[in-house]
């Protein structure tokens, strides 16, 4: 018996003693910070991965074409939901890129069930560009849509870019 309780007392001596062991040093890593629109305010986001090779490397991100693999079906039926969210990106960077949904606040306090940091490319080109103006959201796009002035085409290329908070 006193063996079992010497026994019990050295495991929870060494699970206490793990517990409370802090990294010797910090470390810290720099990601690119960019900026893009959602509901016309700026918001601010990292890209790490990209399923599209060529993009990756142009943004610095990791290669990750399994992040095809969250691409439904389509059609899709409207009431499935899935990880991926739309991101609307203008070719040759004619502007930053919207986001029709942010955490709301940014951080553990988000109460948006609408945002997912993985996103779904679907590329804005203007039919005249000498028309082209800023479009600051979601529903500026689809209205210029509407006005025959934009078209949008879904791509397959997925993007992990979560938002985060202002520098």
């Known amino acids: 018996m006193k ?25 810290t890593h720099t990601l690119p910070l960019q900026t893009a629109w959602y509901n016309g305010e700026t918001v601010y986001y990292v890209t790490t991965d990209v399923s599209d090779q060529a993009m990756a490397k142009d943004m ?31 070719p040759q960077g004619v502007q930053r890129n919207v986001f029709p949904s942010a955490p709301q606040p940014i951080g553990h306090e988000s109460q ?7 996103w779904l490319m679907y590329l804005v080109k203007w039919v005249n560009p000498v028309e082209a103006y800023e479009l600051t959201s979601e529903s500026a796009i689809f209205s210029a849509e509407a006005k025959g002035l934009v078209t949008i085409e879904r791509t397959n290329i997925v993007v992990n870019c979560p938002i985060v908070n202002a520098p």
């Open 112 to 118: 948006s069930s609408l945002y997912s940091p993985v």
């Open 60 to 90: 610095g991100a990791n290669y990750a074409p399994r992040l095809r693999d969250a691409i439904p079906n389509y059609p899709k039926p409207p009431r499935q939901k899935t990880v991926l969210e739309r991101v609307y990106g203008f």
């Open 3 to 27: 063996l079992k309780i010497a026994l019990l007392g050295l495991c929870l001596t060494v699970l206490t003693a793990c517990s409370s062991i802090q990294p010797s040093a910090k470390t």
